[in-house]
């Protein structure tokens, strides 16, 4: 089992940066593939990032890529999201979860979640 807890969101005015973090329970951290994904109000829950075991090994989806950072802390059991030129379309529940194997882009596949944690972009 894994638990996992998110911090790190607010309101923050378009151009702005924030910072995610998820905390994870657990021993076996650094088997688990992370991601962060998000959820807009009446839309489907939406791939963001993901990291493999390593960190160099990572996937963004195209609408973040180059603003985004996802990174991990195995030692601190923590994963992390950096935000940096905020648009208001970026405003969502950002939820982490967490899934034994490869990196994956999709939601479905992941096993383990956290209760999410808002992120507000006024324009």
């Known amino acids: 089992q894994v638990q996992l807890v998110e911090s790190g969101g607010g309101l923050v005015q378009a151009g702005g940066s924030l910072r995610l973090s998820c905390a994870a329970s657990?021993?076996?951290?650094?088997?688990?593939?992370m991601g962060w994904f998000r959820q807009a109000p009446g839309k489907e829950r939406e791939f963001v990032a993901a990291?493999?075991?390593?960190?160099?090994?990572?996937v963004y989806a195209d609408s973040v890529k180059g603003r985004f950072t996802i990174s991990r802390d195995n030692a601190g059991n923590t994963v992390y999201l950096q935000m940096n030129s905020l648009k208001p379309e970026d405003t969502a529940v950002y939820y982490c979860?967490?899934?034994?194997?490869?990196?994956?882009?999709?939601?479905?596949?992941?096993?383990?979640w956290g209760q999410g944690t808002q992120v507000t972009v006024s324009s």
């Open positions: 979860a967490a899934r034994l194997g490869g990196l994956v882009p999709t939601a479905r596949v992941y096993d383990y």
């Open positions: 657990g021993r076996t951290f650094s088997s688990y593939a």
């Open positions: 990291t493999g075991w390593s960190a160099g090994n990572t």
